[in-house]
């Protein structure tokens, strides 16, 4: 069988070209990039490459990118290590820290906010609106004089809406607030330039756009305060000991170079083919909607509700037609969970449920476009035959 | 319009060779694991999905030490159903059905001990998630078949054109008296083929297909209930939900009103019982009924517990009509009992009057009653 993936939110390939870099630090380039040999020096330059070509792609400096083992750790580090900098005042009520994030944050993002809510920390998470963009001045207004972190992720996994970063930097530049940002979904999809954002911080993740799984990074701008939570060796400065990963790291750098070199063409030819997929099914199912479709949005992510039917089933079913996309997170489990990001934009239980994910990659063709709107139209229409939801709703038209 | 066509319209003939794909439901256990290894010997495509029905983290009270083990919906059992999957390879889906579970089993379960009846979960978690969402999802997946580990048979009666509910081969492992509320169209929609075979067969196959779960031991517990303690867990997702449990404490008193004694809560009692009576008079008591209203516990010799003729509810018939005359059947009350003569009496909107030859220990509120024809299943419904 065939098969079309329309899920590169979830994941991509590792690029040829990012794998033919990798390689010979396998086995031949084996040394440790700690080693004071050459063959630890060669090591080394290769990590210190890779860390230029990743600062480049965001506008950093290379010493201000640390590598870890992808966005999770980045967004653990960036949280914990700006609100435990100092441990005094946790859990004093007078001092009692404060963080501001979204109620559509990754679980990276929210499950360490809850952590440290646990820990005695206040945590504001800001609403979205039904394009699931937060409000400016309920930003601006939920600022308390104990504020220590502004976390606000730049594009949404499941959405692909862009928030306003800027405006977000602007105003924690202004009121001395730590901002962090969760990159993960927008390297390499967007243009990024952490200057003109003003953040201080910022996660990515070198799988979503073409490096290996494992790899990451987190840029922390020079001067920014932030607890280590590994101590070790004194690899990355002490501050990430451990081993790097250089045949990773080699491979995020790469990955990096050829983002920013094809990103301006890449988002122009794959925003025109999801504008096609987008506007093909929704022209051939009824009553099918955008969901967050009037905000701006990373070029590659559509997210479409089509009433009356399971996501979970229709994944499935395109799953054994050979199409792979997405309904929301799964859990440990590998089932489908409601999704907090849909329920944030006010839709509810049965619509949520409804809902599918698809992300188009870099080589994702027309023809697999015209596959997929050849597929879904179909499965829609079946599981809607046999649903009484749907049966209901028809009825009542 | 065409959404209302009936989905026997398509269904094909069952004496055909069946090609079609067959989604299997799949618990991790080893009989349900063996489906996909006979249907696979049988050169058929499956698809297995694995229902998601419980969050285990749920009510952390009843949790012990370290992760939720060996239970229904674990995820040592999800897991044990992937590897069975990938060693068989064909696709696998977790597919989650907590909200239905819930609303449909749990909560019933639980309202039903609290009024003093003695629930059968896996009746309806059969009727109302297996059959019916489940395998709604393996229909709109594309199967045209849902195949369960069940040990029963299934097969069609040409001549009265209705899908019939058999015994399974088996006697020892049948479980046909958790099928009765299928309809027709579950019936024809959906395949067990572990019916025809002992349970060390089952094992034979499993170990022949070197499946990953052939040596797992069996488990007999409600999936749901931790360590088999309803008590504990009615009362834990009560606290959760905030149902009240009608100030626990009542009285127990004899058949003639007579207090003997308290009791912490109706729910904790069941029809029949005679351990955790909590107090000693001399001779054996057991429960002989159970007065929500009052929140008492009547309770009285054993003989008092065996009696003829009871109401049951919700009746489904499966192999046959509802019948316009009484009918003579062979009536089990509960999942251990020897199905013992009755004659059935049909009465008004789903209810029949069941009279036994003979008295029956315990007729329990709340259990269903199963009407056999030999190894037929005619149908059944809960006991008032």
Redesign the interface.
């Known amino acids: 069988m065939s098969r079309v993936y329309l899920d590169f939110n979830a994941t991509t390939p590792v690029e040829p070209e990012v794998l033919d870099a990798m390689l010979p630090y396998f086995s031949a380039e084996f040394g440790n990039a700690a080693s004071i040999h050459t063959p630890g020096q060669t090591a080394r330059a290769a990590v210190e490459t890779a860390r230029e070509q990743v600062a480049a792609l965001i506008g950093a400096r290379a010493q201000e990118i640390v590598l870890t083992s992808g966005g999770t750790e980045s967004d653990n580090h960036a949280i914990f290590g700006v609100v435990t900098h100092t441990i005094l005042g946790m859990r004093d009520q007078e001092n009692r820290k404060h963080v501001i994030t979204t109620a559509i944050e990754h679980e990276a993002v929210l499950n360490a906010c809850q952590a440290l809510e646990k820990e005695g920390v206040a945590v504001t998470y800001l609403p979205v609106n039904p394009d699931g963009l937060i409000d400016i001045e309920r930003l601006r207004s939920a600022i308390q004089s104990q504020t220590v972190l502004i976390t606000v992720m730049h594009a949404n996994n499941e959405l692909g809406t862009v928030q306003p970063l800027e405006e977000i930097g602007r105003i924690a530049k202004e009121r001395d607030i730590y901002f962090h940002t969760d990159a993960v979904q927008s390297t390499g999809k967007l243009p990024i330039d952490v200057n003109g954002l003003q953040v201080d911080l910022l996660s990515l993740s070198g799988h979503k756009f073409y490096a290996p799984k494992g790899i990451g990074a987190l840029y922390i701008r020079s001067g920014t305060r932030l607890r280590q939570f590994l101590y070790g060796g004194h690899h990355q400065r002490g501050f990430r000991p451990g081993t790097e990963n250089v045949a990773g790291i080699v491979g995020l750098g790469k990955a990096a170079e050829i983002a920013r070199k094809l990103l301006a063409d890449d988002a122009k030819r794959i925003s025109g083919l999801r504008d096609e997929l987008q506007q093909g099914l929704l022209q051939r199912i009824p009553q099918s909607r955008v969901n967050g479709g009037a905000a701006p949005r990373t070029p590659n992510t559509t997210n479409l509700i089509f009433p009356g039917i399971e996501g979970e089933a229709l994944l499935i079913a395109l799953d054994l037609k050979g199409l792979a996309c997405s309904t929301g997170a799964a859990c440990s489990s590998g089932a489908v969970e409601p999704s907090h990001v849909l329920t944030a934009i006010g839709l509810p239980p049965e619509e949520a449920r409804a809902s599918l994910r698809f992300s188009l990659g870099r080589h994702t063709t027309k023809k697999e476009i015209d596959f997929a709107l050849q597929v879904v139209p179909a499965a829609v229409e079946q599981l809607r035959e046999l649903s009484p939801t749907y049966r209901k709703v028809a009825e009542a038209r | 319009?065409?959404?209302?066509t009936t989905?026997f319209d398509t269904l094909p003939e069952r004496a055909e060779i069946q090609r079609g794909?067959v989604a299997v439901a799949m618990s991790g256990g080893v009989d349900s694991s063996t489906v996909p290894a006979l249907l696979q010997e049988q050169g058929r495509p499956v698809?297995g999905l694995?229902m998601?029905l419980w969050n285990q983290r749920r009510l952390p009270e009843l949790q012990g030490e370290g992760p939720a083990q060996h239970r229904c919906?674990s995820?040592d059992d999800?897991y044990d159903a992937?590897a069975v999957a990938q060693h068989l390879k064909f696709?696998h889906?977790?597919?989650?059905f907590?909200a239905q579970f819930e609303e449909r089993v749990v909560r019933p379960f639980v309202d039903q001990y609290l009024s003093g009846r003695t629930p059968i979960a896996c009746t309806n978690c059969n009727t109302d998630v297996k059959f019916e969402p489940l395998l709604?999802?393996a229909?709109?997946?594309?199967a045209e078949w849902l195949a369960t580990g069940h040990y029963a048979r299934i097969r069609k009666n040409d001549s009265t054109g209705r899908w019939e509910l058999l015994r399974a081969r088996d006697e020892s492992k049948d479980q046909s008296y958790f099928l009765w509320g299928l309809s027709q169209e579950q019936l024809s929609r959906s395949e067990f083929p572990l019916g025809e075979l002992t349970k060390d067969e089952v094992r034979a196959v499993a170990r022949r297909a070197k499946l990953p779960v052939a040596e797992k031991p069996e488990s007999m517990e409600l999936c749901f209930v931790p360590n088999g303690n309803y008590v504990q867990f009615i009362q834990a997702y009560s606290r959760e939900s905030g149902i009240s449990l009608h100030e626990g404490a009542g009285e127990i008193v004899t058949e003639n009103g007579e207090v003997i004694g308290r009791h912490n809560g109706v729910h904790e009692f069941t029809i029949g019982q005679r351990k955790g009576l909590g107090f000693a008079v001399g001779r054996p008591l057991y429960v002989l009924s159970i007065d929500q209203k009052l929140n008492r516990v009547v309770v009285g010799d054993d003989s008092a517990l065996r009696t003829t003729a009871f109401e049951i509810e919700d009746v489904n018939w499966v192999s046959c009509e509802k019948p316009q005359a009484p009918l003579r059947a062979a009536v089990k009350i509960r999942h251990k009992h020897e199905p013992a003569p009755a004659t059935i009496e049909p009465l008004d909107s789903n209810r029949v009057r069941v009279t036994f030859d003979a008295p029956q220990r315990a007729i329990t509120p709340g259990q269903a009653a199963v009407f056999y024809d030999g190894d037929r299943v005619l149908g059944g419904g809960w006991i008032r």
């Open positions: 319009m065409a959404m209302n989905q794909l698809v694995t998601q919906c995820l999800v992937k696709p889906y977790v597919v989650n907590e709604r999802m229909r709109q997946i594309g």
